[in-house]
């Protein structure tokens, strides 16, 4: 344990003192389940197995409950709840509904020192590419720190026609090639897999051909969109390795939360299963996510790592590789460097935390991880959920009543951690109409300046 512990110091404080490029691909909607790695054989996601297959796969990676809290920790290496980012930007509202929740900003506040201006004070190139969702053009990425940025929308291009996932590969491309001989921070990211589901006639005429998986929904405009972003994936990888660089960059390939499994129609996108719930919920299937981490030479090729790790995590790691500085206390994620070194090692903290004081797929609700022990605490009636996810992964079995202890302490952790981060709460409805309920109406979000 010594020896190994010895040799992952070494190649850390090597791969800081060469100040590696980092490479994030984002993707958006993508379900734990989506992919081959994961055990589905619908979809083909050979890249995305390769990219596992050379570096480490995490099984128990989480992310936010919807995009835009999870896009405003990975900026900003702190929980969404300490902005208010607590659902999408600018977020809906149930005007008759038991609870009235907190409005949502509409950015993430310029102050916030993200993870592109840490860096690029320390010499780093920056290049953001894809969807942002964290405010409009007087809050974009150029202007949080992302020397070079582009923001885009939807699957396909306006005019003409091209996808929207080719082009920020090439954008992703041109970056790589232009800046390989200085350190690089690189995020792209995707709207696939995202409704609404397109694709290109080609591919969806291929997963039309294909026999469905038994107990998946198996949709080929899904299968075909998700291909779309493997093959991203793949070049991007493929122009590392072209240059030499893949002892020098870290990819590592997330989603911005879990898989979204009914639009708000009812129509069927995909299946998080053996994972409970989908995105907007704070069950596994919404917040865990597919994550893989290559850096050749450096992280083990074929690791699994099964320590819980959060996307809040990205920046702290990060600025840990680039050998900068952070002030105590200004990140609330941890480094991920000692789980990518050794998979089996064990990562400083005891707790992860969530915050949905919204109506989306499921009522306003917050939910911890303690080791293998998941709270969740729903808002509307005190009601609380219990799961030991290593036996139960499906959060099938709600032990609140058989572990009251646990329960009771768990409750009180979550909300002092609520406190700590001064998480927005939802109060009584006046308006409250049992018989419309679900009814959505316009949104109340604030700006703040």
Same mark, same amino acid.
């Given at each position: 344990?010594?020896?190994?512990?010895?040799?992952?110091?070494?190649?850390?404080?090597?791969?800081?003192?060469?100040?590696?490029?980092?490479?994030?691909?984002?993707?958006?909607?993508?379900?734990?389940?989506?992919?081959?790695?994961?055990?589905?054989?619908?979809?083909?996601?050979?890249?995305?197995?390769?990219?596992?297959?050379?570096?480490?796969?995490?099984?128990?990676?989480? !992310?936010?409950?919807?995009?835009?809290?999870?896009?405003?920790?990975?900026?900003?290496?702190?929980?969404?709840?300490?902005?208010?980012?607590?659902?999408?930007?600018?977020?809906?509202?149930?005007?008759? !509904?038991?609870?009235?929740?907190?409005?949502?900003?509409?950015?993430?506040?310029?102050?916030?020192?993200?993870?592109?201006?840490?860096?690029?004070?320390?010499?780093?190139?920056?290049?953001?590419?894809?969807?942002?969702?964290?405010?409009?053009?007087?809050?974009?990425?150029?202007?949080?720190?992302?020397?070079?940025?582009?923001?885009?929308?939807?699957?396909?291009?306006?005019?003409? &026609?091209?996808?929207?996932?080719?082009?920020?590969?090439?954008?992703?491309?041109?970056?790589?090639?232009?800046?390989?001989?200085?350190?690089?921070?690189?995020?792209?990211?995707?709207?696939?897999?995202?409704?609404?589901?397109?694709?290109?006639? +080609?591919?969806? !005429?291929?997963?039309?051909?294909?026999?469905?998986?038994?107990?998946?929904?198996?949709?080929?405009?899904?299968?075909?969109?998700?291909?779309?972003?493997?093959?991203?994936?793949?070049?991007?990888?493929?122009?590392?390795?072209?240059? &030499?660089?893949?002892?020098?960059?870290?990819?590592?390939?997330?989603?911005?939360?879990?898989?979204?499994?009914?639009?708000?129609?009812?129509?069927?996108?995909?299946?998080?299963?053996?994972?409970?719930? +989908?995105? &907007?919920?704070?069950?596994?299937? &919404?917040?865990?996510?597919?994550?893989?981490?290559?850096?050749?030479?450096?992280?083990?090729?074929?690791?699994?790592?099964?320590?819980?790790?959060?996307?809040?995590?990205?920046?702290?790691?990060?600025?840990?590789?680039?050998?900068?500085?952070?002030?105590?206390?200004?990140?609330?994620?941890?480094?991920?460097?000692?789980?990518?070194?050794?998979?089996?090692? !064990?990562?400083? #903290?005891?707790?992860?935390?969530?915050?949905?004081?919204?109506?989306?797929?499921?009522?306003?609700?917050?939910?911890?991880?303690?080791?293998?022990?998941?709270?969740?605490?729903?808002?509307?009636?005190?009601?609380?959920?219990?799961?030991?996810?290593?036996?139960?992964?499906?959060?099938?079995?709600?032990?609140?009543?058989?572990?009251?202890?646990?329960?009771?302490?768990?409750?009180?952790?979550?909300?002092?951690?609520?406190?700590?981060?001064?998480?927005?709460?939802?109060?009584?409805?006046?308006?409250?109409?049992?018989?419309?309920?679900? +009814?959505?109406?316009?949104?109340?979000? #604030?700006?703040?300046?």
């Amino acid at each position: 344990m010594l020896r190994s512990l010895f040799f992952a110091a070494i190649a850390f404080h090597t791969a800081v003192a060469e100040k590696p490029n980092i490479i994030l691909v984002l993707a958006d909607d993508l379900g734990w389940a989506d992919i081959g790695c994961q055990g589905n054989t619908f979809n083909e996601t050979p890249n995305m197995d390769r990219l596992a297959a050379q570096g480490v796969r995490f099984t128990d990676f989480y !992310a936010g409950p919807v995009c835009s809290p999870t896009r405003a920790n990975l900026q900003s290496g702190r929980d969404q709840a300490r902005y208010g980012i607590t659902q999408h930007i600018p977020g809906h509202k149930r005007p008759f !509904a038991k609870l009235s929740d907190p409005p949502v900003p509409l950015q993430l506040p310029l102050e916030v020192e993200t993870v592109a201006e840490r860096l690029g004070a320390a010499g780093y190139a920056t290049g953001y590419f894809g969807k942002w969702h964290l405010g409009g053009e007087d809050h974009s990425p150029s202007l949080q720190g992302w020397q070079t940025a582009e923001e885009t929308k939807g699957s396909t291009r306006p005019g003409g &026609g091209e996808r929207t996932a080719a082009y920020l590969t090439g954008k992703a491309v041109e970056f790589i090639k232009r800046h390989q001989d200085k350190p690089f921070l690189l995020q792209v990211s995707h709207h696939a897999v995202h409704i609404p589901l397109t694709t290109t006639p +080609e591919l969806l !005429a291929k997963y039309q051909r294909k026999t469905p998986m038994p107990g998946y929904p198996s949709r080929p405009e899904y299968a075909g969109l998700l291909d779309e972003l493997d093959q991203s994936l793949g070049r991007i990888v493929e122009t590392v390795d072209s240059l &030499g660089l893949g002892g020098k960059t870290l990819i590592l390939f997330l989603s911005d939360n879990g898989g979204l499994e009914h639009e708000q129609s009812g129509t069927v996108v995909t299946s998080n299963a053996p994972l409970r719930g +989908e995105k &907007g919920t704070l069950y596994e299937g &919404g917040v865990r996510i597919p994550a893989i981490a290559r850096w050749t030479g450096r992280i083990p090729a074929g690791g699994i790592c099964r320590m819980p790790a959060i996307t809040t995590d990205f920046h702290a790691t990060a600025a840990e590789l680039a050998g900068v500085d952070v002030p105590a206390g200004a990140l609330d994620g941890i480094s991920l460097l000692p789980v990518l070194m050794d998979p089996a090692a !064990a990562l400083p #903290r005891a707790s992860l935390f969530w915050h949905l004081p919204h109506y989306h797929h499921s009522t306003p609700a917050g939910a911890m991880r303690q080791g293998d022990w998941k709270l969740i605490e729903f808002f509307e009636d005190d009601r609380l959920e219990l799961y030991h996810l290593a036996d139960d992964p499906g959060e099938k079995r709600n032990l609140a009543q058989a572990e009251t202890q646990r329960a009771a302490s768990m409750r009180q952790a979550l909300h002092d951690w609520r406190q700590s981060v001064g998480a927005l709460m939802p109060v009584p409805n006046p308006g409250h109409d049992p018989a419309r309920a679900g +009814e959505l109406g316009k949104t109340g979000a #604030r700006r703040k300046k």
